[in-house]
């Protein structure tokens, strides 16, 4: 069973960056690919960016294209986020999922809040 922790949130002033981290642990060798999704505050959850745990494909919301950059390093189970430069519309609770090969995204961490004032 895959267990993901997320770190790395907090509050920035916009224009300003953080790098989220996912740890991942616990038969991570099922998981096909693995996601970041955010949820503002009385907003639906929406997919941020998402990557391919083996060949490494990458896709992105276009909210986020050109500022923020997904990555992972295999050795370590753990996924990243880089967000540069944050807006205040990127406030909210941020999540990774992972998900098996033809499968949904069925493992969530607890997530970590973003706060970006303006």
């Known amino acids: 069973q895959v267990q993901l922790v997320e770190s790395g949130g907090g509050l920035v002033q916009a224009g300003g960056s953080l790098r989220l981290s996912c740890a991942a642990s616990?038969?991570?060798?099922?998981?096909?690919?693995m996601g970041w999704f955010r949820r503002a505050p009385g907003q639906e959850r929406e997919s941020v960016a998402t990557?391919?745990?083996?060949?490494?494909?990458?896709s992105y919301a276009d909210s986020v294209k050109g500022r923020f950059t997904i990555s992972k390093d295999n050795a370590k189970n753990t996924m990243f986020l880089q967000m540069n430069p944050l807006k205040p519309e990127d406030t909210a609770v941020y999540y990774c999922?992972?998900?098996?090969?033809?499968?949904?995204?069925?493992?969530w961490g607890p997530g970590t809040q973003v706060t970006v004032s303006s």
């Open positions: 990557i391919n745990w083996s060949g490494g494909t990458t």
């Open positions: 999922a992972a998900r098996r090969f033809g499968k949904s995204y069925e493992t």
């Open positions: 616990g038969g991570t060798s099922s998981i096909y690919a």
